[in-house]
Nanobody, 114 residues
Framework: QVQVVELGGGLAQPGGTLTLSCTYS????????VGWDRQRPGRERALGAQ???????TYAHSVKGRFTVSRDNAKNTLYLQMNSLRFEDTAVYYC????????WGKGTLVTVSS
């Protein structure tokens, strides 16, 4: 059974940095479209960042310039580096891996608080 597991959530201060990772247990990660959605309190889940198999990236306007999505195909791992964190970045972050079917992790909570 394919598993997608996110790590790295936790508490960060405004202006701080946090890096999330996501490991995919299936095959063909290198040809997958991957990304991070997030669900802020009281809001619907929404796009955070996406990366195609060729490395093309898409970011939500609210995170562009602060967040960076990257991947290590040799490790079947996706990353999200989050800089200049804001209170409004508090959310559950979900990793997705798309290879025909879309696989989702259970999410990791990021709390930005002073």
């Amino acid at each position: 059974q394919v598993q997608v597991v996110e790590l790295g959530g936790g508490l960060a201060q405004p202006g701080g940095t946090l890096t999330l990772s996501c490991t995919y247990s299936g095959s063909d990660f290198a040809i997958a479209s991957v990304g991070w959605d997030r669900q802020r309190p009281g809001r619907e889940r929404a796009l955070g960042a996406q990366m195609s198999s060729s490395g093309c990236t898409t970011y939500a306007h609210s995170v562009k310039g602060r967040f960076t999505v990257s991947r290590d195909n040799a490790k079947n791992t996706l990353y999200l580096q989050m800089n200049s964190l804001r209170f409004e970045d508090t959310a559950v972050y979900y990793c997705n891996v798309g290879i025909g079917h879309e696989y989702w992790g259970k999410g990791t909570l990021v709390t930005v608080s002073s």
